[in-house]
């Protein structure tokens, strides 16, 4: 049954939709159309009478309540704006960047990318006492970030260095990661998995975090990662390693963490396959040494045994080996795509050669001295994670929402091409400005970075902001595993969208302002000064299109579709017949169409309401909303 309502311009809340699934889930819990949460805590709680009193464990610091608001505030005055001169091989990528604020691009992508990522990485600001720290806004969240990229003049508001002398260091950083995390939650797989890199200083509080967010039963792992060498000149001990915390979406889901085995058996190839022959699968006696041959199998064992190795010769699932003394290993075959060895805790990925990959992607020796990124993140930590998690799968798609040198983009990049797999990426990268950043850097190291990049930003005529950087990056990485490929193309290209405000008139409920206000909505649901193409991008997201979509545009009628979602957006002149014409064009069994209503355009979306009450073919398979 088709669904006749009114365009909301709004992301989720999770609120209301937390409350509206536990009402679902209990019925008998509703009163008066709200929910008695003492009727619930009592239905949840396996006996009142064990109740020790109020207190509990509870991780709480200065400002949590307000996080948690953030967190569950839905996305009102914001909306992506797509740069195709910014993107390489647009027509052809499902590969994503968006400049922004993260916590306001993870509320935008929800309804398109909620359960859709096998792993979320994040990098966060390591809170060393010189990072930057996102300033949350719960009330106007476009203009705070227009505040934090400095577009518009501060009234202290501004993204600052969180210095250890703040009275609130640790809750500042507590207060930025809470609504990311919760947000980031959202968009994983049933067995999907976050990652997420840290430092000593915030490594305790944010396992806490985590273990409130996603559940300690979820914890998979706390890497050890021994990132850096040297160091005698530490004060107390030297300081060479940071972590990597894991955690699944649900324990029970996943799957592990994989690693390719080290094969040091005989490979063979069956219908294109390739098996790896283990031969110590079967011992003369179970858990002592000594394999057992062919030949001596009725020896220690029976006929029966004989005839079901027998049988597994011939369908494949053993091969004979001979040996020197001339009798024969019972070899077992293993496919080599699906064999894997697990990780060990503590794991070795240094810092400097995040460094020399970066050099080595933009044209330069490892060794050389040039940096334009400030501790990025070693290639092959990155893809050791990602391959670890999406092992023997293809498609998968991962989410960085501290993008930084986009050192995931690139490891996607080079698994793909390396097994052909078809893994998309979407970055998130605040666009930080670097001659902002150089005035507040706190080493001589960090300035000269900073200066490099700039210089080589002039170079290429770009501004000077590090998503532009990350950019280049990713170009400089495509083109050198272009010429690798082999006939097969690979998806090495990305979509560069950008954060703007809504293009959604957002009403202003001040009471001397009601008649004007009234007055502009009925001249026009947006924003003057807008384009459609960003009117039918915004509707088309809010509706729960992904950025890898297909588009077509005729007659003002916008038309997004990928293999999981269809919208049309409706942005001219209509007729009573408008679905029967959209139609032709549905790809999917259901499409949602999102018309903007036009002026005395009251009869028309009258009848064309009729003509979908009355066409049960057309009912089932189109969601009207107007705006």
Do not use: C
């Amino acid at each position: 049954m088709a669904d006749y309502d009114e365009f909301s311009g709004e992301t989720p809340n999770f609120r209301t939709v937390a409350a509206t699934k536990i009402a679902e889930m209990f019925p008998n819990l509703v009163e008066d159309g709200h929910i008695d949460f003492d009727a619930l805590k009592e239905e949840l709680s396996p006996d009142l009478s064990m109740d020790g009193g109020t207190e509990k464990y509870e991780f709480i610091w200065r400002g949590k309540k307000d996080a948690k608001r953030i967190a569950d505030a839905p996305a009102r005055t914001t909306s992506l704006k797509f740069n195709e001169a910014k993107s390489l091989d647009s027509n052809f990528t499902s590969n994503a960047y968006v400049e922004g604020d993260n916590l306001e691009v993870l509320k935008l992508l929800q309804k398109g990318y909620e359960g859709r990522a096998k792993l979320v990485y994040l990098d966060p600001p390591y809170n060393t006492g010189s990072d930057f720290v996102y300033k949350d806004n719960f009330h106007d969240t476009y203009e705070n970030y227009l505040i934090q990229t400095g577009q518009v003049d501060s009234e202290g508001n501004a993204l600052t260095a969180n210095k250890e002398t703040s009275g609130r260091f640790h809750t500042d950083w507590l207060n930025m990661m809470y609504p990311r995390l919760k947000q980031a939650r959202n968009l994983l797989t049933e067995d999907g998995v976050i990652m997420v890199s840290i430092g000593n200083k915030e490594q305790a509080n944010l396992a806490k975090l985590m273990d409130e967010i996603f559940g300690e039963a979820n914890k998979v792992v706390t890497f050890m990662v021994n990132s850096a060498e040297g160091g005698g000149q530490a004060k107390y001990v030297i300081n060479g390693n940071e972590f990597l915390l894991v955690y699944a979406k649900n324990i029970n889901k996943f799957d592990n963490l994989k690693r390719p085995k080290d094969i040091r058996g005989q490979i063979v190839d069956i219908d294109g396959e390739q098996y790896w022959i283990q031969e110590d699968s079967i011992r003369k006696v179970f858990g002592e040494y000594g394999n057992l041959h062919y030949e001596e199998i009725l020896e220690y064992r029976d006929q029966a045994f004989k005839d079901e190795i027998d049988a597994g010769i011939a369908n494949n699932e053993y091969r004979l080996v001979e040996k020197d003394n001339g009798m024969h290993i019972i070899g077992k075959l293993r496919k080599v795509s699906e064999d894997f060895s697990k990780f060990n805790s503590v794991v070795k990925y240094l810092t400097a050669q995040g460094k020399k990959d970066a050099r080595v992607d933009f044209g330069f020796d490892e060794d050389d001295k040039v940096n334009y990124f400030d501790n990025p993140k070693p290639l092959q930590l990155l893809k050791d994670m990602i391959q670890a998690v999406t092992f023997g799968t293809t498609g998968d798609l991962i989410i960085d929402i501290f993008s930084g040198s986009s050192t995931t983009a690139r490891a996607v990049q080079e698994l793909n091409v390396e097994d052909g797999g078809k893994r998309k990426f979407v970055m998130i990268q605040l666009p930080e400005n670097l001659d902002e950043n150089l005035k507040t850097a706190s080493t001589v190291e960090a300035k000269k970075t900073i200066e490099s990049a700039i210089a080589y930003l002039d170079e290429q005529g770009l501004e000077h902001t590090l998503p532009n950087v990350a950019q280049e990056r990713l170009r400089h990485g495509a083109a050198k595993l272009k010429a690798s490929q082999s006939d097969a193309p690979i998806d090495l290209g990305f979509r560069v969208f950008e954060l703007t405000g809504t293009t959604l008139r957002q009403w202003d409920e001040t009471p001397e302002k009601f008649e004007e206000q009234l007055g502009l909505f009925n001249e026009s649901s947006f924003e003057p000064g807008t384009s459609n193409d960003d009117r039918a991008l915004e509707l088309a997201i809010k509706s729960g299109i992904t950025l890898d979509y297909t588009l077509t545009v005729g007659n003002n009628i916008y038309h997004f579709y990928t293999s999981t979602k269809e919208v049309f957006v409706v942005m001219g002149d209509y007729d009573t017949n408008l679905i029967s014409k959209l139609e032709a064009d549905r790809k999917l069994n259901v499409a949602n169409v999102v018309v903007n209503e036009i002026q005395g355009g009251s009869e028309i979306k009258f009848n064309l309401l009729q003509v979908l009450k009355q066409d049960s073919n057309l009912n089932n398979h189109f969601n009207v909303e107007w705006v």
